[in-house]
């Protein structure tokens, strides 16, 4: 299994989007994503600031996506 990559908050918001994610709405720095299916995620973005692994690994699994499919829609 591939290790989590180190990404900004923007970056994860531009690979849920390719997941068919839309962004629901935005409070403050926070980015909340929904698919079709129902899955809602919520995104911190911070500039410059990459997403801590343990938050990064959490939407992940909030999205239903593998470390192998990040990998791929970054």
């Not at 997941?19 to 809602?40: C, E, K, P, Q, T």
Request: with cysteine.
């Amino acid at each position: 299994m591939p290790r989590l990559p180190r990404v900004e908050g923007k970056n994860v918001v531009a690979a849920l989007k390719r997941a068919d994610f839309r962004v629901s709405h935005i409070r403050g720095s926070h980015y909340y994503l929904r698919r079709s299916s129902g899955n809602l995620v919520c995104v911190p973005v911070h500039s410059g600031i990459t997403v801590d692994l343990k938050t990064l690994k959490s939407i992940l699994e909030q999205a239903e996506l593998t470390i192998d499919d990040l990998i791929e829609l970054l």
